[in-house]
């Protein structure tokens, strides 16, 4: 299914922004509002930073892109959704990469207790040092 399906599903309107955050978004890889609205304006020119902001909003609300928020950095967005995967984050250069469910099936762990909660889904964020950061490598 195509960017402009995808929105009519989600009953947005198809913008021409819209549709080069999304194409942005699907080439970058946990890219911030600022590194998706730079990316956006070189691909279709003027675009404000507040109509980024807004549609990212939308597109996240929608279930088109996820968003993520690693402890001291910007709030991040990505296109794959859907399949409860998690996050390595480096601590040095603040790197995000993509890991798959650590036990397969969402929610991925089992805690303890549950206070009555109905899990569906576990959001689990990896830290380290990545490769490139790491001395000797």
């Not at 709030?75 to 469910?101: I, P, Q």
Request: glycine share 10%; net charge negative; proline share 4%.
């Amino acid at each position: 299914m195509g960017d402009v399906d995808r929105l009519h599903e989600a009953g947005l309107r198809v913008t021409a922004a819209r549709l080069a955050i999304m194409q942005t978004v699907q080439e970058g890889g946990h890219l911030d509002v600022d590194a998706v609205h730079r990316r956006v304006h070189d691909r279709i020119g003027r675009v404000s930073l507040q109509a980024v902001y807004d549609s990212l909003a939308a597109l996240h609300k929608a279930g088109l892109v996820r968003k993520i928020e690693p402890m001291g950095s910007p709030a991040r967005y990505e296109a794959r959704v859907g399949d409860n995967h998690h996050h390595l984050v480096c601590r040095r250069c603040g790197s995000v990469t993509d890991v798959d469910c650590v036990a397969g099936e969402a929610p991925c762990l089992d805690p303890v207790h549950t206070a009555g909660y109905l899990i569906d889904e576990a959001d689990i964020t990896f830290w380290g040092i990545c490769p490139d950061c790491r001395p000797g490598t």
